[in-house]
């Protein structure tokens, strides 16, 4: 899977990603990975409507994405992987999958969340993924967009807590 660019933000298909970012990273599919989203029919239909025109996006469960890995399905097609949690990029990398870089570029605040930029707020869960993302040789950058000056993760990290 050629995959341009992995990216966990949980508003998923919106306007920085199906114009920014598609246009950076050239590519031609968006896969959203995420179980509660594939289970929800509208949500998956409104997702697959928002792509920009000459891109594909598909909602696919962390299994499905970990079947369809290896396959050729996907060989010839650029891809760009959205999340919505840190935890299901976890999934994928304990289950042999391959990503050098994880863009974060929004997770919003609610209960039991500490803000660490004005659009990224984590729990304990959270850096305990990121952390171990991390561990794996895993390069964590926070960007909005592509001209956004690289910020690294794990450095607004050491602050938590």
């Known amino acids: 899977m050629n995959i341009q660019l992995a990216r966990i933000d949980d508003r998923l298909i919106h306007g920085q990603v199906a114009t920014a970012w598609t246009k950076e990273t050239g590519v031609n599919r968006i ?19 928002a792509a920009p025109p000459g891109v594909k996006a598909n ?27 840190p935890q299901d990029v976890v999934v994928l990398i304990q289950g042999g999958m391959k990503i050098s870089t994880i863009n974060i570029g929004g997770m919003h605040f609610m209960t039991g969340k500490k803000m ?3 659009f ?15 561990h794996r040789g895993i390069t964590l950058e926070v960007r909005k967009v592509p001209s956004d000056r690289k910020i690294f993760l794990m450095d607004l990290l050491k602050k938590y807590k």
């Open 31 to 49: 896969i959203v990975v995420s179980d509660e989203v594939a289970k929800d029919p509208l949500r998956k239909f409104m997702l697959q409507e």
């Open 120 to 134: 990224v707020s984590v729990n304990d869960a959270d850096v305990m993924a990121f952390r171990y993302l991390n």
């Open 59 to 85: 909602v696919v469960t962390v299994g499905k994405l970990l079947s369809i890995y290896q396959s050729a399905l996907f060989k010839e097609e650029k891809i760009m992987l959205l999340f919505t949690n």
């Open 116 to 118: 660490i930029t004005n």
